[in-house]
């Protein structure tokens, strides 16, 4: 049957339009470049009000700590030596003792230390004259000395009478005067560079707030131009991106915004038309295998109908065959020639051959169709039954089956387990070596997610370049002179261990050592399990048989 949808076409030339229309839009990198070149232009003019911030409240500072507060203090120190100089002349005129006037004398070398500090300061106020203020004082302090200091302190080595008390009193108010005139002098530059240091903090206070603002409008308009440039083109692209993951792949995707994006929309556009294109092609196909299911549907259904005919229809001209053939070899064995009774012979062998061949095929295509189900099985109690169904083959080899004390509950189909152990068992039995009697052990770990079950035995053994060939249906390693069997028992063990979900191969052990390893997985949680079916009715044949591989 032809299924064909109508494929739609998608042209190139609204792809080549889209990148043609994108090609006149701002790049992403023109645009991150614009934002970098204000970002860096702001930058440099914070940091320059910054450093000019810096630098004015430097000089502030200098000026006040350097220049002013010194000459405040130089000032303060002339006041001081000056008042020494008062206290000490008083003091002599109480007592002539010279330990009265030392305040005097320390007071003169401390003016003139404090005056020969002050006076090159002046340089560095030219709005002021320390210099004027500075000789007005020393004028004074001249003027005392002379006209009173001096006279009274000679009056008083020599017991005289003293110059008049208030002739020096005034003269030392003019003196008090002009250092004070000297200290309101210091004392404006003190308080100007203070301001100056205070305004220059306000300007750096103020520069900070500014340049915090204009961060802040920066980012803002970095984020809006971020947001409409690029998030919202981006977040309309995927929307309909979304939209056609949704389900509706005729809706077109266009970018918007930069040219990357636009080019972006244009290449998935042209993605989902492919993509579209696929589909329907896919469409197609799928159409084809649904049909294709269909008939194999019908041919599994014949194949069904055949494994009915062949489990009835089929054998019952066998058993007729087999036992007529049997009752010529009992009835006329002996009466005919030799060669009679050999061609009844091959005719009973071949009739049931053909039997178990029959009952083997249709074990083999039950697997997995008429179980069950999966429950927890005990592997104990199915390696006993297995051993027990065993035990006249075990006589006839003299055989041993080793089982531990200890096996593992599995998930699976107690009947398809017991059949793959009987079959494992049954190839140790039968493939030993002549003379030594067959030891087959069973054993299982845990390997996490899975169990390991190994059956082992001391037989014949298998080269390594057949264990690839006796897992195949039918394929058998020795003549059916030699070992009985229809070579599928083995296939039917890995049919099984695939349908529980496992994995098994032939583990040859240690180089030199006889035997063979059979190793077996199976999975500690449940495996996906397709229904049981079987719409035909198959004979009652059973799953566990006489081993043969």
């Known amino acids: 049957m032809n299924v064909e949808t109508p494929r739609r076409r998608f042209p190139l030339r609204l792809h080549t339009a889209a990148l043609a229309e994108a090609e006149n839009r701002w790049t992403l990198r023109r645009w991150f470049t614009v934002g970098a070149t204000l970002a860096a232009v702001l930058s440099l003019v914070a940091v320059g009000l910054g450093a000019w911030a810096i630098t004015r409240i430097g000089d502030a500072r200098d000026d006040l700590y350097d220049l002013v507060a010194p000459a405040v203090t130089a000032g303060q120190n002339l006041n001081a030596a000056l008042l020494d100089q ?62 009173y200091a001096e006279p009274t302190i000679a009056a008083a080595r020599a017991e005289a009478p003293l110059p008049d008390p208030e002739q020096g009193r005034q003269l030392f108010d003019r003196v008090r005067g002009a250092s004070q005139d000297l200290q309101d002098t210091l004392q404006v530059q003190r308080l100007a560079a203070r301001s100056a240091l205070d305004a220059s903090i306000t300007f750096v206070a103020v520069v900070g707030i500014t340049i915090v603002v204009l961060a802040a409008v920066f980012l803002l308009l970095a984020s809006l131009g971020l947001r409409n440039v690029v998030l ?187 059949a793959l152990l009987f079959n494992l068992f049954g190839n140790g039995l039968k493939f030993h070596r002549e003379g030594i009697p067959p030891v087959v052990r069973l054993s299982a770990v845990d390997r996490g997610d899975e169990w390991e079950i190994a059956v082992s035995d001391n037989g014949i053994g298998i080269e390594p370049e057949f264990v690839d060939k006796i897992f195949v249906i039918f394929q058998r390693l020795h003549g059916r002179d030699v070992y009985a069997g229809t070579g599928i028992g083995l296939a039917l063990a890995k049919k099984i261990v695939e349908f529980h979900g496992g994995r098994i191969w032939v583990d040859h052990g240690l180089e030199g050592e006889p035997g063979t390893t059979f190793r077996v997985t199976l999975p500690t949680t449940q495996p996906a399990q397709s229904t049981p079916h079987d719409p035909a009715p198959a004979a009652d044949v059973p799953l566990v048989k006489e081993p043969s591989t």
């Open 86 to 147: 008062e206290t000490g002349v008083r003091g002599f005129t109480t007592s002539t003792n010279d330990v009265f006037l030392q305040p005097y004398t320390l007071g003169r070398e401390a003016e003139q230390a404090a005056a020969a500090q002050l006076r090159p300061l002046d340089a560095s106020f030219p709005e002021t004259d320390i210099v004027t203020d500075l000789d007005a004082v020393e004028a004074a302090s001249d003027t005392w000395r002379r006209a």
């Open 232 to 418: 919202r083109p981006l977040r309309h692209l995927a929307a309909q991106t979304r939209e056609v993951v949704a389900g509706d792949v005729d809706a077109q995707v266009l970018g918007s915004g930069p040219r990357e994006i636009v080019s972006l929309g244009a290449d998935v556009e042209a993605m989902r038309a492919h993509i579209q294109r696929e589909v329907d092609q896919l469409q197609v196909t799928n159409a084809k295998l649904d049909e294709q299911a269909r008939d194999l549907e019908r041919s599994n259904r014949d194949l069904e109908q055949f494994a009915y005919v062949a489990s009835h229809d089929l054998q019952e001209p066998l058993r007729k065959v087999s036992s007529f053939c049997q009752l010529l070899q009992r009835r006329y064995g002996g009466q005919l020639d030799d060669r009679a009774d050999q061609y009844i012979g091959f005719a009973v062998d071949g009739a049931q051959r053909m039997q178990a061949l029959i009952n083997d095929l249709l074990s083999f295509s039950r697997v997995g169709r008429t179980t069950t189900g999966f429950e927890q099985v005990d592997l104990g109690v199915v390696a006993r039954t297995a051993v027990t169904q065993l035990s006249a083959a075990v006589e006839d080899v003299g055989g041993e089956i080793v089982l531990p004390a200890d096996l593992p509950t599995v998930t699976g189909d107690p009947g398809l387990l017991q």
